[in-house]
């Protein structure tokens, strides 16, 4: 019985963020997702520009649902705890969505002039930049601050899916104390009065 169905543009984007978290970016083709749908690969044209498209569709769909997830953790906290409650949700969305998250990447790493994925981006980084101005910190402080966060929890988060982490210990706790070491370090810097500047 075939598979064809009446498609839409959501529905191939839900159809292709599926197939690229179960098997990775580079499973993704228009004639494999093409197949997916029980349609012919001309169909999805009706619906994305081309593989470049889709690819831009899944960086649009990365954003939006990391900047829910990270809003929703943020809420109604600051400080350490809100530092914590934010990498978790950062680290559970990469985990849940691997090869969304990755789409996402490696397609707006190369897009620089493209306004609607950097709206996005930056509904991403303000929720990160209100976080740390909990501890008090402002301007390019706030700022390499949130890349050190986003370098951290992005670093363990990627190893963690790779099966980087072999060992029979538990990585939840790795992960908590880690965080707690970057937050830490950001008390430490503004009490001493020196915001992360070189010294």
């Given at each position: 019985?075939?598979?064809r169905?009446?498609?839409?543009?959501?529905?191939?984007?839900?159809?292709?963020?599926?197939?690229v978290d179960?098997?990775?970016?580079?499973?993704?083709?228009?004639?494999?997702?093409?197949?997916?749908?029980g349609v012919?690969p001309?169909?999805?044209?009706?619906h994305?520009?081309?593989?470049?498209?889709?690819?831009r569709?899944?960086?649009?769909?990365?954003?939006?649902?990391?900047?829910?997830a990270?809003?929703a953790?943020?809420?109604?906290?600051?400080?350490?705890?809100?530092?914590m409650?934010v990498?978790?949700?950062?680290?559970?969305?990469i985990?849940?969505?691997p090869?969304?998250y990755?789409?996402?990447l490696?397609y707006?790493?190369?897009?620089?002039?493209?306004?609607?994925?950097?709206?996005?981006e930056?509904q991403v980084?303000?929720?990160?930049?209100?976080?740390?101005?909990?501890?008090?910190?402002?301007?390019?402080d706030?700022?390499?601050?949130?890349?050190?966060?986003?370098?951290?929890?992005?670093?363990?988060?990627?190893?963690?899916?790779?099966?980087?982490?072999?060992?029979?210990?538990?990585?939840?706790e790795?992960?908590?104390?880690?965080?707690?070491?970057?937050?830490r370090?950001?008390?430490?810097?503004?009490?001493?009065?020196?915001?992360?500047?070189a010294?």
């Open positions: 019985m075939s598979r169905r009446r498609l839409d543009r959501g529905g191939v984007v839900e159809a292709a963020a599926r197939l179960q098997e990775g970016v580079d499973a993704l083709s228009l004639a494999r997702l093409s197949r997916e749908l012919q001309p169909s999805l044209y009706n994305v520009e081309g593989l470049g498209g889709l690819m569709e899944l960086a649009l769909l990365n954003l939006r649902q990391m900047a829910h990270l809003t953790a943020a809420i109604g906290k600051a400080g350490p705890e809100a530092v409650a990498a978790q949700a950062y680290r559970d969305y985990k849940a969505h090869g969304v990755m789409a996402g490696r707006a790493a190369g897009q620089p002039g493209d306004q609607e994925l950097h709206d996005l930056q980084v303000d929720v990160a930049l209100a976080v740390v101005a909990s501890f008090g910190l402002t301007g390019d706030a700022l390499h601050a949130v890349r050190g966060l986003r370098s951290v929890v992005h670093g363990f988060a990627t190893l963690e899916i790779a099966g980087g982490f072999g060992l029979s210990l538990d990585c939840d790795s992960f908590r104390r880690l965080v707690q070491i970057f937050y370090g950001l008390e430490n810097t503004v009490e001493e009065g020196h915001p992360l500047s010294r």
